[in-house]
T-cell receptor, first 114, second 114 residues
Framework: NAGVTQTPKFQVLKTGQSMTLQCAQD?????MYWYRQDPGMGLRLIYY???????DKGEVPNGYNVSRLNKREFSLRLESAAPSQTSVYFC?????????????FGPGTRLTVT | GDSVTQMEGPVTLSEEAFLTINCTYT??????LFWYVQYPGEGLQLLLK?????DKGSNKGFEATYRKETTSFHLEKGSVQVSDSAVYFC?????????????FGKGTLLTVNP
């Protein structure tokens, strides 16, 4: 199993450009998540998808859109990138184990907006 | 709302020293508690977890005990190694919550010197 994969690993954008971050998981998990990580802020939830066909906003959704293409794939789109979106983006998927909710993370996409 | 507060770093130790990273939480429900570790340039990995009061999670020599009376989940290791250098995140998830999201602390950078 590859687990959670993300592409690209690195990206540099100019202000106003658009791009899509791709995420896929091969663990047959129902739920998927997008987080951003900024220095001193921990991880903050952008959007999540509890199951195929549903998406919901997290803590910091402004400036982003998502698509749950199928059970495996969950993409994050920046329509008009801004310097404030410079961050490391992590995708995760969730397994239910007993009564806990473990998440498995991808390796991250490091995005710089100039 | 739910929140996690963890000890601010950075923490610098010599090899074989004792490690404690404090973590306290506030939660509206009955949380599961996690410690995640992020090695340089990588995504987050689950280190250990506890799902109910007085549970002790353990892995790779690290331990943490779920203390409901003090709302704490402190991470400890008796003898750290250089390879333990990483960022450590405390997190919670509410069992039965509507979105199953993880709430993270801000992370603690640990550096272990030879």
């Amino acid at each position: 199993n590859a687990g959670v994969t993300q592409t690209p690993k690195f990206q540099v954008l100019k202000t106003g450009q658009s791009m899509t971050l791709q995420c896929a998981q091969d663990m047959n998990h129902n739920s998927m998540y997008w987080y951003r990580q900024d220095p001193g802020m921990g991880l903050r939830l952008i959007y999540y998808s509890a199951s195929e066909g549903t998406t919901d906003k997290g803590e910091v959704p402004n400036g982003y859109n998502v698509s749950r293409l199928n059970k495996r794939e969950f993409s994050l789109r920046l329509e008009s990138a801004a310097p404030s979106q410079t961050s490391v983006y992590f995708c995760a998927s969730r397994v239910t184990s007993g009564n806990s909710y473990e998440q498995y993370f991808g390796p991250g996409t490091r995005l710089t907006v100039t | 709302g739910d929140s996690v507060t963890q000890m601010e770093g950075p923490v610098t130790l010599s090899e074989e020293a004792f490690l404690t990273i404090n973590c306290t939480y506030t939660a509206t429900g009955y949380p599961s508690l996690f410690w995640y570790v992020q090695y340089p340039g990588e995504g987050l990995q689950l280190l250990l977890k506890a799902t109910k009061a007085d549970d002790k999670g353990s892995n790779k020599g690290f331990e943490a005990t779920y203390r409901k009376e003090t709302t704490s989940f402190h991470l400890e290791k008796g003898s750290v190694q250089v390879s333990d250098s990483a960022v450590y995140f405390c997190a919670l998830s509410i069992s039965g919550g509507s979105n199953y999201k993880l709430t993270f602390g801000k992370g603690t950078l640990l550096t272990v010197n030879p």
